[in-house]
């Protein structure tokens, strides 16, 4: 499978408001057919039309029209959303950037991508720094992109103005971020900041790992044996996870603020969750695929790509975190596309502890995902997790993620059972480096629209600049 960059004719870009407004398509196909649309929560045939970018109709079974594009028993579903990636701009582009970013994301059948407000220089603390980020991305949105602000010990007289100026969440570290522009908070700050975004319904995002005391004995074991994955895992201990989950379910139990746990890597906070979720709490939790797809065991040392922070942990609390998703307790899955340039990632040295933490991986959320979970939730299990479930987090699902009528034509066409080995030349990122690289996936992207426009045909971009800001009202 090869992927390709086209130079297609831009379109012109206009702010979204928790809707699309209309755009002037290069390719124009009115009408889409499946015999496994997603529609009304189950797999059926139908035909989806739609018109300047927006749903017009919806038949059940094939359209008599000339205009009908018959994707066979392909499904067809709503765009995918990726709530969580780095896109590192503006300041950092020669990490990633727009561009590529989103690019990777299209081929990867995402239509929706939201930036976090960490790895752009500045950090997205202020409203100024998010209209620099918002002027940044001018031109170079081939999918729609929405934003996070971030919460830092000194900008808590900022968040109202953030969430007033669009931002869709505030997104916090209780441990060093590993941007020193952006350092991590504590229960303090997380108490007043939840007081302010309370009352507008915006979200909380919490990476959630902590300690009181000085880190544990085992850093110095990875000081000493830097290439080890053994010790590198044992550095960042699960109980750092569960502690932070705690005072994250406790603060919102108190504000009754929306709260997001993101990437969860650690089983043993499941039981907290579920009685958090059974007491009736705003709280979400979301997963990753290299904490499914990926254990520990198997992570060879000194290979640098597999490291995260929290970090990627033992077969048997993966599968644990998978069966959560089977009994509805996790709600959806991301990327965490966090890309760093090889020297940055320490490629050829393997050292672990000098290398940069983040799985490059915004591409093959879509693929990596429905290769891990396939055993434990069925496909009609599956499509929400990716769709529906985080347009209901991020409050725009009156909009996106599910196919109804005047919803926007966001579409993913892609075959479940066709599988397909990733090469580097595949990859649309900035760097073509990527633990997913080489590993057997299933899930083959066929088609992605963005906004009514055939962004991503078969293994290559044909049209740029389709997407659209998403924007808090």
């Known amino acids: 499978m090869r992927y390709r960059r086209s130079s297609a004719t ?17 390719i124009y196909m009115p009408h889409l057919y499946s015999t496994r649309c997603w529609l009304d929560n189950r797999l059926q045939p139908a035909t989806i039309s739609f018109d300047n970018g927006i749903i017009t109709h919806i038949y059940q079974g094939k359209l008599n029209n000339p205009n ?30 727009f561009d590529t970013a989103t690019q990777a994301a299209a081929a990867g059948g995402i239509t929706t991508v939201i930036d976090m407000p960490l ?45 007033e100026a669009g931002v869709l969440g505030i997104k916090a570290f209780l441990v060093h971020s590993g941007i020193d522009e952006f350092p991590n908070v504590g229960r303090k700050e997380l108490d007043a900041a939840m007081a302010i975004l309370a009352p507008y319904n915006a979200p909380l995002l919490a990476h959630c790992e902590i300690y009181d005391t000085e880190p544990p004995e085992l850093l110095n074991n990875l000081a000493q044996h830097p290439q080890s994955y053994t010790c590198y895992l044992a550095s960042r201990p699960k109980q750092w996870e569960n502690d932070a989950v705690l005072l994250m379910i406790d603060l919102c139990r108190k504000h009754g603020c929306k709260t997001h746990i993101v990437h969860l890597s650690s089983a043993e906070a499941l039981p907290y969750i579920a009685q958090a979720k059974q007491e009736g709490l705003p709280l979400t939790v979301e997963t990753c ?145 990527s633990p997913y690289i080489g590993q057997r996936l299933f899930g083959v992207v066929q088609q992605t629209y963005v906004n009514g426009v055939l962004v991503f045909n078969h293994h290559q971009i044909i049209n740029k600049n389709a997407g659209q800001w998403l924007l808090r009202k």
């Open 10 to 26: 831009s379109l012109h870009i206009t702010v979204l408001q928790l809707t699309i407004y209309p755009l002037q398509l290069t």
């Open 68 to 97: 009908v594009v018959d994707v066979g028993d392909d499904v067809l579903m709503p765009g995918c959303i990726d709530v969580h990636a780095h896109i590192n701009e503006p300041g950092r582009t020669d990490w990633e950037g």
């Open 119 to 163: 790895n752009s220089s500045p950090v997205t603390t202020t409203v100024a720094a998010f209209e620099q980020k918002l002027a940044a991305s001018k031109g170079k949105m081939h999918v729609n992109c929405g934003f996070y602000g971030g919460l830092v010990p000194d900008n808590l007289q900022h968040l109202t103005a953030l969430v």
């Open 289 to 433: 695929p290299h904490y499914l797809l990926f254990s520990a065991e198997t992570i060879p040392d000194g290979n640098t790509l597999y490291k995260c922070a929290p970090p990627i942990r033992e077969a048997y609390n993966n599968n644990l975190i998978k069966q959560g998703f089977g009994s509805g307790l996790m709600d959806f899955v991301s990327s965490d596309h966090s890309p760093a340039p090889p020297a940055i990632k320490e490629i050829e040295s393997g050292n672990l502890q000098k290398a940069w933490g983040g799985i490059a991986g915004l591409q093959f959320l879509l693929p990596a995902s429905y290769t891990s979970l396939k055993e434990y939730v069925s496909l009609a299990q599956f499509i929400p997790l990716i769709t529906q479930k985080p347009a209901q987090f991020l409050g725009v699902d009156t909009k996106k993620g599910s196919i109804k009528l005047g919803y926007d034509a966001d579409f993913t066409i892609w075959k479940p059972e066709a599988s397909f080995v990733p090469t580097p030349q595949d990859v649309l990122h900035r760097y073509p480096i």
